[in-house]
T-cell receptor, first 108, second 114 residues
């Protein structure tokens, strides 16, 4: 079993839809990260959180430490949101442990 | 300010040759990470440097892989006797300090072993 599990693996949405991507982890963590990887390969850090909720524009990330679960929400989705979204946790050594990613495609 | 830079951006090499990949972290970032992403796969941790501490090499896949970092600056990842399965994008990231700080990723080096 992977230490970081994401669902769904693939997601297709229509422009304007509300999107949720889920992440569950099984290890002790000091932080959880949501990353975005565009088709060109560049990786951008969207959020880093250790409790509660963070919002940036149309993106919202939440984490429940007791349940070892995090969600990434995208409101009013747009085709430019199409990317792979990666959940990662900071393990005890400081390195990131990655989920396999969720490939999001938003259709106009 | 400048972000994390990596060079070369692309490298094609013949099986059996050695390659050296370079990472320039953001100035002032004491933590530096190397990751690998094979085609169609997720990211894999390779090695982690934090200040002057001994690096965490637990992710290196074989003894053909090694990495060095001079102080808190440039790092090089060396792959000896490259194999076709080493073909991947090698990503470097840095952060202000170690645990639980946001990591900034470089653009990666795409390595192709023929």
């Amino acid at each position: 079993k992977n230490e970081v599990e994401q669902s769904p693996q693939n997601l297709t949405a229509q422009e304007g839809e509300f999107i949720t991507i889920n992440c569950s982890y099984s290890v002790g963590i000091s932080a959880l990260h949501w990353l975005q990887q565009h088709p060109g390969g560049g990786i951008v850090s969207l959020f880093m959180l250790s409790s509660g909720k963070k919002k940036h524009g149309r993106l919202i990330a939440t984490i429940n430490i007791q349940e070892k679960h995090s969600s990434l929400h995208i409101t009013a989705s747009h085709p430019r949101d199409s990317a792979v979204y990666i959940c990662a946790v900071t393990g005890s050594q400081g390195n990131l442990i990655f989920g396999k990613g969720t490939k999001l495609s938003v259709k106009p | 300010g400048a972000g994390v830079s990596q060079s070369p951006s692309n490298k094609v090499t013949e099986k059996g040759k050695d390659v050296e990949l370079r990472c320039d972290p953001i100035s002032g970032h004491t933590a530096l990470y190397w990751y690998r992403q094979r085609l169609g796969q997720g990211l894999e941790f390779l090695i982690y440097f934090q200040g002057n501490s001994a690096p965490d090499k637990s992710g290196l896949p074989s003894d053909r892989f090694s990495a060095e970092r001079t102080g808190e600056s440039v790092s090089t990842l060396t792959i000896q006797r490259t194999q076709q399965e080493d073909s991947a994008v090698y990503l470097c990231a840095s952060s202000f300090t170690g645990k639980a700080y946001e990591q900034y990723f470089g653009p990666g080096t795409r390595l192709t072993v023929t």
